[in-house]
């Protein structure tokens, strides 16, 4: 197997694993364990928790003293172990306890996979610009057919879906041991902690422009992690209604048109950028989370399903013109010395605090919303339109940009 197709198993694996339980363990966690929104919320904030710290804490490790295909095979043996023990606790705390050191585990091999996979096609001679998105792209996929075969098993409400994502990480774990090695950087002066964690990047909030568009990048982390939360438990709820809709049968088929937009939408942003410019661009992106969640509150998997499925195809652009424009947007306007930090500090202020304040905020209006049992979506969708709303009209007045800066072409 040539060495770009051991990257594409390698990056398959990678999303596989992650996308056999982010997207439906809210469900098994609402219809089979019995948790409440506040607690389903709370458990998807320990991804945030683990975001916070844990990328920077095991960089340092692969930076300086273990190579990153091993350190990566090492964290997603031990997730294997902590999704199996996970199989067997129905309590809250103790499930809490396992995720939170599972999110642990997993966040940081996000990075070690890119940092593998760029050594690797820098060894052998390849271009990183042009070599990896083709490879990368097959990390999407992997998560989409991770959601298909946790689909078909019919594991959407069962602890099917963490034995499916504990045997394809326990493949990753041994796998990764197989790649060529990715030693550690012998540099003349090593990175302090705080560059490492991202952390003297926040330098850049003494900027105006970059200050705001951190804060929104926090809002919008939040926004985001409503859906990977609650989607599963929508549909579920309409099983009393339209049993045998598509919808109900199939959630994660559904869900999953939301990541096959990921992939068009990237590929529009460079045409989106030139036409439109940066602010615009990002702009697009919140009013998209408007629609996204509004949609979400009109539509139903029978005679509404096409509202669904619109709103699933409109998540491309409210994720990829968000995060995606907004990494090259901090890539550009960085220092050159703390470029890597800035990109830390993103990935904080998204999938760090970000993730931990949505999840504990859409979990705590869930529960507002629900009255003996019964949630009502139609009040819990809008109420998060309307926040998105509240993001878009204040937007445009705050984030300022020069006439320059990654703006639309004159």
């Known amino acids: 197997m040539g060495i770009k197709s051991r990257l594409v198993l390698m990056n398959f694996l990678q999303f596989f694993i992650w996308g056999s339980w982010l997207i439906s363990l809210g469900n098994y966690m609402g219809a089979s364990l019995g948790f409440s929104g506040i607690q389903i919320g709370g458990v998807y904030t320990t991804m945030g928790i683990a975001s916070l710290f844990m990328p920077g804490l095991l960089g340092i490790v692969a930076d300086r003293w273990i190579n990153a295909e091993r350190l990566l095979g090492i964290c997603h043996l031990i997730g294997a172990l902590l999704m199996l023990y996970a199989t067997t606790v129905t309590d809250y705390f103790w499930f809490y306890i396992i995720m939170l050191l599972n999110a642990c585990m997993y966040m940081p091999t996000i990075a070690l996979n890119n940092s593998v996979s760029y050594n690797v096609l820098e060894k052998k001679g390849y271009s990183i610009v042009t070599d990896f998105p083709p490879i990368r792209v097959w990390g999407t996929i992997g998560f989409i057919a991770a959601m298909w075969t946790v689909d078909f098993l019919g594991y959407t409400q069962s602890a099917g879906q963490l034995y499916v994502g504990a045997v394809s990480a326990l493949l990753l774990g041994f796998y990764a041991f197989t790649m060529p090695p990715s030693p550690p950087l012998q540099k003349e002066t090593k990175k302090s902690l705080m560059s490492t964690l991202g952390l003297d990047a926040f330098v850049l909030f003494k900027q105006r422009k970059m200050a705001v568009f951190f804060i929104f ?107 995606i424009s907004g990494s090259m947007f901090v890539e550009k306007e960085a220092d050159p010395t703390i470029r890597s930090s800035a990109q830390g500090l993103f990935m904080i202020m998204t999938n760090g605090i970000g993730a931990f304040v949505g999840g504990l905020a859409s979990g705590w209006v869930v529960d507002h919303f629900t009255e003996n049992g019964i949630r009502n979506w139609q009040y819990i969708w809008f109420t998060f339109a309307g926040y998105a709303l509240v993001l878009a009209i204040i937007f445009p007045f705050v984030f300022k940009v020069e006439k320059g800066e990654m703006v639309k072409e004159e």
């Open 217 to 323: 990048a926090m809002l919008l982390g939040a926004a985001l992690q409503i859906t990977n939360a609650f989607g599963g438990p929508f549909l579920e709820d309409f099983k009393t209604d339209y049993p045998d809709s598509f919808g109900v049968q199939h959630p994660n088929l559904l869900l999953s048109i939301s990541q096959v937009s990921e992939t068009v939408f990237i590929l529009l942003i460079p045409f989106f950028l030139k036409r439109y410019g940066i602010k615009t661009v990002m702009l697009f992106s919140i009013l998209a989370w408007v629609f996204r969640f509004g949609l979400f509150g009109i539509g139903n998997p029978d005679d509404g399903l096409w509202l669904l499925v619109l709103s699933m195809i409109i998540y491309g652009m409210a994720f990829d013109f968000f995060n």
